[in-house]
C-alpha cells in the first residue's frame, strides 16, 4: 500500500487524499506525537464515528423489515407482524439497500472531490450522515431525489463551511429538509409512508385503508366538532397502541419508527460516552414536558396526546438519540447542552401540536436549534466571562 | 487559615514502570549541559566561551533583556561546546565536568533573618532566580514583579512521576531554608499544597510560615496551576510566583552553604526502563549516564519530564532544568492495522477515556502506551471530553479556539492569565482530533507576553 502513495511531483500528486483516506482506513498511520503529551487517548474520530454506525444498525435493521411489512399490509396480505419474514425481509433489502448505497457513493464522491479540490485529508464525518439519511426518509424515496438531497447536503450544509466540524446545521437533517420543501408529495401525506403504495392499483386495497403514519393520521379522523380532540384522540389509541409504536410496528421513515431498537443504539452511544446524555435527556425532558402542557389544550387531536405516546411516535425518539447529539452542531458548553436539548424537545412537540398541518415538527426544531446553539453558547461562555471580571473588580475597589 | 479543596474532574492514567522506592547514586556524567530553551522565551547573553573554566555555581549566560536574571553552571569543569541552532539560537552549553565539584564561594546566609532585598540580591547574583516561574505566561519570574502570593506543590500527580515525600524525606532543614527565602519575596502567603488522601512527610506538614493547604483528586490536581486556580486565581494584572518542591530545597541549601550543590534526585520510570528506580544525580546530567544499561531493547523515546508534558531527548541529551523525573516509553512509529491493533480493533493494550474499547473492563490494569497519535489530526469535532480533564472554572475549547484565531481580548475573558501549557496536557491527551492543544496554548501565552505584559 505504501507503494501506491502519490508522490508529490507525480501526476497523480493530487490524488494524494484519496489515497490517504483509503490508507488510513485500513492502518491507524505510524504517526506519532513530536512533543506536548506523548501517550494520547486510544480513541480518534473513524472509532467515534464507528460506534455511531454500529449504534445505528438495529434501526436500519428492523426499518428494513418494517419496509417489508408496511409494503403488505395495504393489500390485505401482510397477516401478522412476523409472517413471511423471509418475504417481507427480502422486500426491505431491495428498497432500503439502494439508498444506504446511493448515499454513501454520492456522498463520499462529493467529499472526495472537495478534498482532492482543497488538498485536505478526508474527514470521517459523513460516514455517519450516509447512514442517517437513509433512515429519516421513506423507503420510496426515488434513488436520484437521494443522490440530489445528499450532494445538496454535502456541498451547501458542510463543504462551504469548510468540511467536517464547520458545519452549522445537521448534514442529514439538511438533505431530508431540501426534499421536505423539495418534493413535498414525497415526504408528506398519505401515499409515501408504505412502500409500493402509490403503485397499487385502488381495487386491490382493503376497504378504509388510508397510508398515512400514525401522526398523520390523527388529524383525519372526524368526530362530532365539539369533542373532536377528545374523541379522536381515543379512536387514536384504539388504532395505534402506546406499544405498536415502542416497537415500531406503525409506518414511517425507515430508521425512525421502532423506539427500541433506537434505544439499544442509545445504550451503545451513553455507555460509551460518545453522545451527550445531557442532550439526549434535556431533549426528552423538554419534549415531555410540552407534551403534559399540551394536554390542557383542546384545539385540535395532537393536544390530547398523551405526553408519553409524544415521545414514542413519529421521529421524535430518532431525533433525541442521533439527530440532535451531533456534537458539532449541538452546543459545546455542558450547561448550553441542557438548554439546547430542552428547547429542541419542547419546540419539536409544540411544532407537532400547534401545527396541526405539519404533525412531524422533531426535523424542524432541531434544525433551528442547530443554528441557535452558538448563542446558547455565547451566554453561557459569557457568565463564565463575567464571573472572571466580578472576581477582579472587588480587588480593584 | 489552610484549605481542603476536592475535585472531582481529572483523569489518572496508570502506567507500567513506577520507581521502585531505592535512592541510589548515578555514575557521575563526564558531561552535563544548561539549555536556554527549558526557559521559555529567553534569549541568552553568553558569559563564556568554548575553553573556559567554570566552577560550579559561575555565572555561564544571563537573560539578554534583564541581565540581573543569571543562569549557573551546575558542575566544576571546562566549556565543551556552544551547541547552535537554526538562526544560530543557542541550544545548549555543554560542560566537560571535573572528577570532583569546586564550588565557587558565593558566601552563605541565615535565610531565617534575611530581608527580602538580601534574598533577591543573594538569589539573582547565584544563579538561584531561574528556579522561580512566574503565573501568567509561565516563564522565569521577573524580579521586578511583585507577586501576590507564591505557590509550591508538595506531591506531583503525572504518570509515573516521583514521589516527594519520598525524595525530600530528610531534607526537612534545606527545604525550611528554602522556605524562608521564598516568604521574603512576597507580601502574600507561600503557599504549600499537599494531597489530601496521603500523609505527607514531615519536611512537608512541619513547614513553618506557610500556609499548608491540602488537595484531594486525581492528575492535574498535582500541578500547581489546578491548585493556584482553586486557592487563589490568578486575575489579569497580578502575578504569582511557582517554585518545584525540590528546588525549593536546593535555594535553601545553596543560600545556607554557599555552595551551588544542585544535587536532586530523580526517578527513572516507564515501561521500557528494565529497573524503575530513584537516582541521585545533579540538574543537567547526561540522559545516557541516568539511563546507563537500563533501557530495554528497542525503539524507544526517552523523555525528560513526564509523559504528559515532558520534553523528547535523544539518549545523547540532557536532562531538562526543570524535570526530576524521566521517562522511557516505546515508540509507536508503525502503522496499525484497522481490525488488530487499529480503529476498528477490539483495543486491547489501547486506553481511552471512552469506553469504546474495552479497556473499561480492567479499571486497575497499567498499560504500556506508545507514543501513536492513534488516528489522524482532525477539526475539532467532539465537544465535551476535555472538560472531563480540566478542573478549571475555563471553557478549555473556547479558550484554545480563541488562541487560534488569535483574539487577545477573548483569550484574556477566557481565563489565559491562569493557565501554563502543563494544565491542558490532559486536555490534549484525550483529544479524539488530536490537535496539539499544549503548543497552542503557549503560542496564545506568548502573543498576550508580547502584546499584554
Not at chain 1, 447542552?337 to 396541526?356: E, T
Request: aromatic share 10%; with cysteine.
Amino acid at each position: 500500500m505504501r507503494k501506491m502513495e502519490p508522490q508529490h511531483d507525480s501526476k497523480w500528486a493530487k490524488f494524494h487524499p484519496v489515497w490517504d483516506g483509503f490508507y488510513t482506513f485500513l492502518f491507524t498511520p505510524g504517526e506519532t506525537t513530536k512533543r506536548g503529551s506523548h501517550i494520547r487517548d486510544g480513541i480518534d474520530l473513524k472509532r467515534t464515528m464507528f460506534m455511531v454506525v454500529t449504534a445505528l444498525i438495529p434501526c436500519l435493521l428492523f426499518g428494513i423489515y418494517n419496509t417489508g411489512h408496511w409494503h403488505m399490509v395495504p393489500t390485505g396480505e401482510a397477516g401478522a407482524y412476523m409472517d413471511h419474514f423471509g418475504d417481507k425481509l427480502i422486500y426491505g433489502l431491495i428498497q432500503v439497500m439502494p439508498i444506504v448505497i446511493v448515499s454513501y457513493a454520492v456522498g463520499l464522491g462529493v467529499e472526495f472531490i472537495f478534498c482532492i479540490k482543497n488538498k485536505h485529508a478526508i474527514q470521517e464525518g459523513f460516514l455517519v450522515s450516509g447512514m442517517l439519511i437513509p433512515l429519516i426518509i421513506p423507503a420510496d424515496t426515488p434513488l436520484w431525489m437521494v443522490a440530489f438531497a445528499t450532494i445538496f447536503a454535502v456541498v451547501l450544509g458542510k463543504e462551504v463551511f469548510g468540511g467536517t466540524g464547520m458545519n452549522i446545521v445537521n448534514i442529514a437533517l439538511t438533505a431530508r429538509a431540501f426534499l421536505f420543501f423539495g418534493y413535498p408529495t414525497m415526504m408528506s401525506g398519505d401515499k409515501v409512508w408504505m412502500s409500493g403504495l402509490s403503485d397499487t392499483p385502488k381495487d386491490q386495497l382493503t376497504d378504509g385503508f388510508s397510508g398515512a403514519t400514525p401522526l398523520g393520521e390523527l388529524a383525519s379522523f372526524v368526530g362530532p366538532k365539539a369533542d373532536w380532540a377528545l374523541q379522536s384522540g381515543e379512536a387514536f389509541a384504539a388504532k395505534w397502541p402506546i406499544m405498536d409504536s415502542f416497537w415500531g410496528f406503525i409506518p414511517g421513515s425507515v430508521g425512525e419508527t421502532s423506539v427500541a431498537a433506537i434505544l439499544i443504539g442509545a445504550a451503545l452511544l451513553l455507555y460509551t460516552g460518545i453522545a451527550s446524555w445531557r442532550i439526549m435527556l434535556s431533549f426528552v425532558a423538554g419534549g415531555f414536558v410540552v407534551g403534559l402542557l399540551a394536554n390542557l389544550g383542546f384545539d385540535n387531536p395532537y393536544y390530547q396526546m398523551e405526553a408519553v405516546n409524544h415521545l414514542v411516535i413519529g421521529g421524535f425518539a430518532f431525533g433525541a438519540v442521533f439527530m440532535i447529539t451531533d456534537p458539532v452542531t449541538a452546543a459545546q458548553t455542558n450547561t448550553g447542552k441542557f438548554i439546547y436539548g430542552f428547547l429542541g424537545g419542547g419546540l419539536a412537540i409544540c411544532v407537532r401540536v400547534y401545527n396541526g398541518a405539519y404533525p412531524e415538527g422533531v426535523m424542524m426544531a432541531i434544525l433551528f436549534m442547530n443554528v441557535m446553539a452558538p448563542m446558547i453558547d455565547h451566554y453561557v461562555v459569557g457568565a463564565n466571562i463575567k464571573r472572571r471580571n466580578k472576581r477582579l473588580k472587588p480587588k480593584a475597589a | 487559615m489552610s484549605r481542603t479543596i476536592k475535585l472531582r474532574k481529572g483523569l489518572d492514567i496508570k502506567l507500567i514502570g513506577e520507581a521502585d522506592k531505592v535512592k541510589s547514586n548515578a555514575e557521575r556524567s563526564s558531561v552535563f549541559a544548561v539549555k536556554p530553551p527549558d526557559f521559555h522565551g529567553l534569549v541568552p547573553k553568553m558569559a563564556v566561551k568554548v575553553g573556559d573554566k567554570v566552577q560550579a555555581g559561575s555565572v555561564i549566560f544571563a537573560n539578554k533583556y534583564k541581565e540581573d536574571v543569571k543562569f549557573a553552571s551546575p558542575v566544576s569543569g571546562e566549556i565543551a561546546e556552544i551547541v547552535r541552532g537554526e538562526k544560530r539560537r543557542i541550544l545548549a552549553v555543554t560542560i566537560k565536568a571535573d572528577a570532583e565539584n569546586s564550588y565557587a564561594d558565593l558566601g552563605g546566609i541565615d535565610t531565617a533573618g534575611a530581608s527580602a532585598a538580601d534574598i533577591k540580591a543573594k538569589m539573582l547574583a547565584s544563579g538561584l532566580w531561574p528556579f522561580i516561574k512566574m503565573r501568567p505566561i509561565d516563564i522565569v519570574a521577573n524580579p521586578d514583579d511583585e507577586p501576590k502570593a507564591i505557590f509550591i506543590s508538595a506531591f506531583d500527580s503525572a504518570p509515573l512521576a516521583p514521589d516527594y515525600d519520598f525524595v525530600l524525606h530528610g531534607e526537612n532543614e534545606a527545604f525550611q531554608a528554602g522556605l524562608n527565602a521564598l516568604a521574603t519575596l512576597t507580601k502574600g502567603q507561600v503557599h504549600l499544597t499537599m494531597r489530601g488522601t496521603s500523609n505527607p512527610d514531615a519536611v512537608f506538614t512541619g513547614a513553618k510560615g506557610v500556609q499548608q493547604n491540602k488537595i484531594s483528586g486525581k492528575h492535574p490536581v498535582g500541578n500547581v496551576g489546578t491548585q493556584i486556580h482553586h486557592i487563589d486565581p490568578v486575575n489579569k494584572g497580578e502575578v504569582v510566583w511557582t517554585v518545584n518542591a525540590q528546588d525549593v530545597a536546593i535555594i535553601g541549601r545553596v543560600l545556607t552553604s554557599g555552595k551551588f550543590d544542585t544535587s536532586k534526585v530523580i526517578a527513572v520510570t516507564g515501561s521500557e526502563v528494565k529497573s524503575p528506580k530513584y537516582i541521585k544525580t545533579q540538574i543537567g546530567t547526561s540522559m545516557a549516564d541516568v539511563l546507563t544499561d537500563n533501557v530495554k531493547e528497542g525503539n524507544v523515546r526517552h523523555i525528560s519530564g513526564n509523559v504528559l508534558s515532558g520534553e523528547k531527548v535523544e539518549l545523547d541529551g540532557f536532562l531538562g532544568y526543570y524535570d526530576s523525573h524521566v521517562t522511557v516509553i516505546p515508540e509507536g512509529d508503525e502503522p496499525k492495522f484497522m481490525l488488530t491493533k487499529g480503529w476498528m480493533g477490539p483495543g486491547i493494550g489501547k486506553f481511552s477515556i471512552n469506553r469504546s474499547y474495552f479497556n473499561w473492563l480492567m479499571p486497575n490494569k497499567k498499560y504500556a502506551l506508545d507514543t501513536n497519535l492513534n488516528g489522524e489530526v482532525r477539526n475539532f469535532v467532539v465537544t465535551g471530553e476535555m472538560e472531563k480533564v480540566f478542573p478549571f472554572d475555563i471553557y478549555p475549547m473556547h479558550l484554545t479556539k480563541a488562541v487560534m484565531y488569535n483574539d487577545i481580548d477573548l483569550m484574556e475573558n477566557l481565563g489565559i492569565y491562569e493557565v501554563a501549557p502543563e494544565d491542558f496536557a490532559l486536555c490534549e491527551f484525550v483529544c479524539t482530533s488530536k490537535v496539539n492543544i499544549q503548543e497552542t496554548i503557549r503560542e496564545g501565552l506568548d502573543v498576550i507576553y508580547e502584546e499584554c505584559m
